[in-house]
T-cell receptor, first 113, second 112 residues
Framework: NAGVTQTPKFQVLKTGQSMTLQCAQDMNHEYMSWYRQDPGMGLRLIHYSVGAGITDQGEVPNGYNVSRSTTEDFPLRLLSAAPSQTSVYFC????????????FGPGTRLTVL | KQEVTQIPAALSVPEGENLVLNCSFTDSAIYNLQWFRQDPGKGLTSLLLIQSSQREQTSGRLNASLDKSSGRSTLYIAASQPGDSATYLCAVISGSARQLTFGSGTQLTVLP
């Protein structure tokens, strides 16, 4: 198993540009989520999904969109990038949310100029 | 709103020492608690998962305990090694949305 994969590893955007961060898992996990990690703020939940076709907002959803058309993929879209979205983004998955280990991807380091 | 606090923020110990990392949470109605390790520039690796009905979990030199009623967990690392140097994060699942809430982490340095 490849586990949780994320692309790209690094990305630089200009303010106002849009992009999609990719996340995929090959463990047949129902639950997938996106976090951002900022110095002094810890990891904060952006959006999550409990299965294909079902998504919901986390703690910091503004400026981000998600969709879940398949079990394997959970892309995160930045609609109009802002410098405040400069961060490291992590995707995670688990078989279920309340009882299972969360598996994290290697992260995408995003800089918005 | 669930809040998770980890103390200390940083810790430096000589190789071979036993050490304890602390985690506290404000809402004791949790589903589970997880300890993660994060190396610089890397993702998170799960170390131990404790269900709300359990008191402790062990894996090798690591032992995690959970006292749900007092809102506390500890991660005990025996016979520390330089390879244990990393940031250790505590996280709990709680709330109707079953969201994972993280602490800010303890940065551990084990000196050879």
């Amino acid at each position: 198993n490849a586990g949780v994969t994320q692309t790209p590893k690094f990305q630089v955007l200009k303010t106002g540009q849009s992009m999609t961060l990719q996340c995929a898992q090959d463990m047949n996990h129902e639950y997938m989520s996106w976090y951002r990690q900022d110095p002094g703020m810890g990891l904060r939940l952006i959006h999550y999904s409990v299965g294909a076709g079902i998504t919901d907002q986390g703690e910091v959803p503004n400026g981000y969109n998600v969709s879940r058309s398949t079990t394997e993929d959970f892309p995160l879209r930045l609609l109009s990038a802002a410098p405040s979205q400069t961060s490291v983004y992590f995707c995670a998955s688990s078989y279920s949310i309340s009882s299972d280990t969360q598996y994290f991807g290697p992260g995408t380091r995003l800089t918005v100029l | 709103k669930q809040e998770v606090t980890q103390i200390p923020a940083a810790l430096s110990v000589p190789e071979g020492e036993n050490l304890v990392l602390n985690c506290s949470f404000t809402d004791s109605a949790i589903y589970n608690l997880q300890w993660f390790r994060q190396d610089p520039g890397k993702g998170l690796t799960s170390l131990l998962l404790i269900q709300s009905s359990q008191r402790e979990q062990t894996s090798g030199r690591l032992n995690a305990s959970l006292d749900k009623s007092s809102g506390r967990s500890t991660l005990y690392i025996a016979a520390s090694q330089p390879g244990d140097s990393a940031t250790y994060l505590c996280a709990v699942i709680s709330g109707s949305a079953r969201q994972l809430t993280f602490g800010s982490g303890t940065q551990l340095t084990v000196l050879p």
